[in-house]
């Protein structure tokens, strides 16, 4: 079983729509939470924390529920530039080396 | 952008060769992590180093090695290169070493092509 586990779409929407990614985690232990966004062909960026009692960013909202070790990111009102794969992420062990999920692969639609 | 510069931006080798892949950490930055992002997949921890010292290891076999100056930048090497080295590969610099949960900044990445 994967550490984290995602749908790896793609997800395929029009400009306007509102999303759900969802993700699950495997380790209880896992500390930090986190979803990134990668562009074809570049970096992963941060997109933003993820945190128990939810966080909002704009027209983006994370939740973590860690009694079911599961994550999730809801776009409202989608724009075309949101076109991107996202990452779901936790951090484990002493390093807090980042664990990334596959990505989930959003395009969005004019 | 981050700050984090890699080089080179994409290699092509064959099978057996070696590879040397370079990263510059943020300016502050003693932190240095290696992932490897195959395509369609998410990037895996290779190591991290923390002081020019190896901080933790993922799941890479040996031929995998690294380094770190102290003006923190890093190498990443890669022996007897197969196929399967075919990636893209990222480092990613942090202010202090799995002591906290500091945010990691990644760099563009050299894309390496195995032949």
């Known amino acids: 079983r994967k550490e984290v586990e995602q749908d790896p779409g793609p997800f395929n929407v029009p400009e306007g729509a509102t999303v759900a990614f969802n993700c699950t985690y495997s380790?209880?232990?896992?500390?930090?939470f986190f979803w990134y966004r990668q562009d074809c062909r570049k970096e992963p960026k941060l997109l933003m924390s993820?945190?128990?009692s939810g966080n909002e960013d704009g027209r983006f909202t994370a939740q973590l529920n860690r009694a079911s070790q599961y994550i999730s990111l809801l776009i409202r009102d989608s724009k075309l530039s949101d076109s991107a794969t996202y990452l779901c992420?936790?951090?484990?062990?002493?390093?807090?080396?980042?664990?990334f999920g596959t990505g989930t692969l959003l395009a969005v639609q004019p | 952008e981050t700050g984090v510069t890699q080089s080179p931006t994409h290699l092509i080798k064959t099978r057996g060769q070696q590879v040397t892949l370079r990263c510059s950490s943020q300016?502050?930055?003693?932190?240095v992590s290696w992932y490897q992002q195959a395509l369609g997949q998410g990037p895996q921890f290779i190591f991290q180093y923390y002081r020019e010292e190896e901080n933790g290891r993922g799941n890479f076999p040996p031929r995998f090695s690294g380094l770190q100056f102290p003006n923190y930048s890093s190498e990443l090497n890669v022996n007897a290169l197969e196929l399967d080295d075919s990636a893209l590969y990222l480092c990613?610099?942090?202010?202090?070493?799995?002591?906290?949960?500091?945010?990691?900044?990644f760099g563009p990445g050299t894309r390496l092509l195995v032949l």
């Open positions: 380790n209880s232990a896992s500390q930090s």
């Open positions: 992420v936790v951090t484990g062990g002493a390093t807090n080396k980042l664990i």
């Open positions: 993820v945190y128990s």
């Open positions: 300016s502050g930055h003693n932190t």
């Open positions: 990613a610099s942090s202010p202090r070493g799995g002591a906290g949960q500091e945010t990691q900044y």
